[in-house]
């Protein structure tokens, strides 16, 4: 006899990617659990995954925090506020990051109820194909079987370590230990200067550490758009963090009281850089540890993601995969939508991704984000196109703001004046960028935009003036 529970859908992974597709297929009709191991510090279920747990969540909470403490200490005399004795209390601030989590991990919890999807916490591994369905195997405080007619496979990334050089997450830290630092550090590395280098970097330089960040390439941000990397390494340096593009990292020594890391610099030279505590922010690679595939014949790459194909199909029939466990960006909202897309096609529907328009953002200050197309891209594909930049400087709401750093750069066809790109570096460019992805989803021209009116004074005048600049007839520069 079969004492397993059956299920319509089995998520494997609660971040994202997976409560997300959890949440859609119950929508859609389908009996529906989720599996998911994080624990939070009680050994209780904390549901959200890198997202909520170690990733979005807690850095944008600490970015806003260490943000505050910098307006206060730097910027609020220049609104005629005066701060006396300004202090800094890093374990209530680490403290408020925790309740944000906490809020949000409870949340998920609250939808899977309010949405009837089982919810079993402990580790999902595959046990067996048989009946037109898979067996679950669930290692939790008790273990069971449950059984699938389709699985979902969400199980997310984990950090890269540098071969060598361990996390111990005392001194050496990957992106959980840098979002739980006790007490400023006095000096802070950081190796790898893309998104999550980065944003960790500049939450400890604001609260007073100083920070040197390392990175192999030898241009900075390569993915952006240059014009953008440039201006935003300009803003990045006078704000004081260290950036040393082109270096190769050689022994790192993890002593007692600090780390010395050995690194060649741009020129070749021999240096050495002294630390208190190192971030290692070198990419993030997929997570399928215990998920035990092979009892299946699920495939995997040399890299170790999930084989999937346009749709998230992987090689066994009725096994998806979606997230960071898969090829393609490594971001929340990129596992959300494929989640989404895999439940309405295991209901006969036809969701779809569309990778062209999904934004990306950097949490910095100036922030950095954009969809489409890069200017290099463009060249390098020898595609003709016409660009339109506007400078935050010369938009009202910005100045107001205090805040007049970077521009909005609008990059259109030639013929056909689509626009194929959109790159800001400016306040509140996360924001700003969702205009310009809902302008490309319709595939919008440039003069689209520059003829709808936008809200004065708004930062969004900024992207309006930019798709003005595309034909050379900006109003307010
Ligand atoms: P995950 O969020 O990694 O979730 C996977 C879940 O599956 C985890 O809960 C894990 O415990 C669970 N799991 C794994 N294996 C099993 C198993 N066998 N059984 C049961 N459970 C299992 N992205 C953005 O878009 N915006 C940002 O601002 C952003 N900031 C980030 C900041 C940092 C510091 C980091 C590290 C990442 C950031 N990201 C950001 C990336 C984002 O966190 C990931 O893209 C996203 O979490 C991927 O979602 P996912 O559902 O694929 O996987």
Request: glycine share 12%; proline share 3%; with cysteine.
């Amino acid at each position: 006899k079969n004492m397993s529970k059956q299920f319509d859908v089995i998520v494997i992974g609660g971040g994202p990617g997976g409560y997300i597709a959890a949440i859609r297929a119950a929508q859609l009709g389908f009996n529906v659990a989720c599996i998911d191991e994080w624990k939070n510090a009680k050994g209780g279920p904390a549901l959200g995954g890198t997202c909520t747990n170690i990733g979005c969540i807690p850095s944008k909470a600490l970015l806003q925090s260490s943000e505050y403490y910098e307006h206060a200490g730097h910027h609020f005399a220049d609104h005629g506020i005066e701060v006396k004795g300004l202090g800094l209390d890093v374990a209530k601030m680490v403290g408020r990051k925790d309740t944000v989590v906490k809020q949000n991990n409870d949340g998920i919890i609250y939808l899977f109820k309010k949405n009837k999807v089982a919810f079993f916490h402990g580790r999902g591994s595959f046990a067996a194909a048989k009946d037109g369905a898979y067996d679950i195997k669930v290692a939790g405080t008790a273990e069971e079987t449950i059984s699938g007619k389709h699985i979902i496979v969400a199980t997310g990334s984990n950090a890269r370590a540098l071969p060598g050089t361990p996390f111990d997450e005392v001194n050496i830290l990957s992106n959980d230990g840098a979002l739980r630092i006790g007490a400023v550090p006095q000096k802070l590395g950081v190796i790898g200067s893309g998104v999550i280098g980065l944003e960790m970097g500049s939450v400890w330089r604001r609260l007073g550490a100083e920070v040197t960040i390392l990175e192999g390439l030898p241009t900075f941000l390569g993915a952006v758009d240059q014009q953008i990397a440039k201006e935003a390494h300009k803003a990045f340096t006078k704000q004081g963090l260290k950036i040393e593009l082109g270096v190769q990292v050689g022994e790192i020594k993890n002593g007692k009281t600090g780390v010395s890391i050995a690194y060649a610099n741009a020129k070749g030279e021999a240096q050495t850089l002294e630390v208190d505590k190192l971030i290692i922010s070198i990419g993030r690679t997929a997570n399928t540890i215990g998920l035990n595939p092979e009892a299946v014949g699920l495939s995997l790459d040399e890299r170790g993601a999930i084989v999937v194909d346009g749709d998230c199909k992987t090689n066994l029939p009725n096994v998806w995969a979606v997230g960071d466990v898969v090829r393609g960006p490594m971001l929340a909202h990129k596992a959300e939508e494929e989640g989404v897309a895999v439940a309405e096609r295991i209901a006969g529907q036809h969701g779809h991704v569309n990778f062209n328009t999904i934004p990306w953002v950097i949490y910095t200050s100036p922030e950095i984000a954009w969809v489409g197309q890069t200017e290099e891209q463009l060249k390098a594909e020898g595609r003709a196109y016409k660009a339109g930049t506007f400078p935050f400087m010369a938009n009202g709401r910005a100045r107001a703001l205090g805040d007049t750093t970077g521009m909005v750069k609008m990059l259109a066809d030639a013929a056909t004046d689509e626009i194929l790109g959109v790159h800001i570096v400016g306040p509140m460019a996360s924001e700003l960028i969702s205009e310009c992805v809902v302008a490309m989803e319709f595939r919008a021209s440039s003069e689209d935009i520059a003829r709808i009116c936008h809200a004065h004074p708004s930062l969004s005048e900024a992207t309006k003036e930019a798709a003005l600049a595309v034909d050379k007839r900006t109003l307010n520069f």
